[in-house]
């Protein structure tokens, strides 16, 4: 009781600052924490006229048919995929985006290349998925111009082989001078004199990138490589949705892709669906982690410090 008391004039004294945290802190509670209640459905046979809190309860029946079902497997072997490619070759590049611009001597050059790199992310996938599929179809520009020059035409978007190329692709051209604010805003807090000292010692640029500017990149990178390994499991909806077409359907039904197909697909299954989307969650959480723990291993602070 004693605890509760010194709380409440704890508040009290700070009422200021807790008023200007509360529109916060209830529009976490409406839109982050309760549609969590939805959760339940995982755990019930979904019924229109009953909702989510009048559907019969089934117990653990939607997990069995989850694991039972070959595709939910093969689905999942395929987003690990790709999302592992995504951290070998999209999460370096706006690191080494940053870095290039970290030294760039011309300001106004800098300006310019950052505001054309950074104009891409403010594009839709349904926009960048037109511009793919007007360049690389059978009559599209890339094709056009290899029958111009007498060779033989590349049916890119068809290709299974080609497909998860064109994505890696397409997401740095889209996103990679997006995220590399992130990295251009702690290079902006590299203290001075530190280039200085180096400068000094006589080291030049690319000693100095990477015994002063990679060092001080390092904790907003471990940050950031710890939230893309809590995000393997998910992602790329929008994306693998646009670009995706039937004859690629092999590699490119990612587990956001398969949650999709089961809920508008045929006959809508929410609880099933809500299953693999709890599984899902789960499985980003243990890998969120692991890597917290991993990068506090490798010297890093994680991400609470």
Not at 26 to 49: D, E, H, N, Q, R
Not at 74 to 84: D, Q
Not at 102 to 128: D, M
Not at 257 to 274: E, K
Request: some cysteine; glycine content about 8%.
């Amino acid at each position: 009781m004693k605890r509760v008391n010194r709380l409440g004039r704890k508040i009290w004294k700070n009422r200021a600052i807790y008023g200007l945290m509360l529109p916060g802190l209830v529009w976490l509670v409406i839109f982050a924490y309760g549609p969590m209640s939805g959760l339940l459905l995982a755990f019930k046979t979904y019924s229109a006229k009953g909702g989510i809190w009048g559907s019969p309860w089934c117990g653990l029946e939607n997990f069995r048919y989850v694991f039972r079902d070959a595709a939910f497997f093969r689905s999942v072997f395929t987003t690990l995929k790709i999302n592992i490619g995504r951290l070998l070759i999209q999460f370096p590049a706006p690191i080494l985006l940053a870095l290039l611009l970290n030294e760039c001597v011309l300001k106004r050059y800098k300006k310019l290349a950052q505001t054309i790199f950074t104009f891409p992310h403010f594009l839709s996938w349904v926009i960048v998925a037109s511009l793919v599929t007007n360049t690389l179809s059978m009559d599209g520009l890339i094709n056009n111009l290899l029958a111009a020059l007498g060779l033989e035409k590349v049916n890119f978007l068809g290709s299974s082989r080609l497909f998860v190329p064109i994505l890696y692709i397409t997401e740095n051209w889209k996103s990679a001078g997006w995220s590399a604010i992130i990295y251009l805003a702690a290079l902006s807090g590299i203290d001075v004199d530190q280039y200085e000292a180096a400068k000094l010692d006589g080291a030049n640029r690319w000693q100095t990138m990477l015994h002063v500017t990679l060092p001080n990149l390092k904790p907003t990178i471990i940050v950031m490589l710890v939230l893309s390994i809590g995000n393997l499991m998910t992602g790329g909806f929008d994306q693998i949705f646009n670009l995706s077409n039937p004859a690629v359907e092999e590699v490119s039904e990612i587990l956001d892709m398969y949650i999709y197909r089961v809920t508008f697909g045929s006959v809508p299954d929410f609880g099933f669906s809500m299953a693999i989307s709890l599984f899902r969650s789960l499985v980003n959480c243990m890998f969120l982690i692991v890597a917290d723990k991993g990068s506090k291993k490798l010297g890093g602070s994680g991400l609470f410090g």
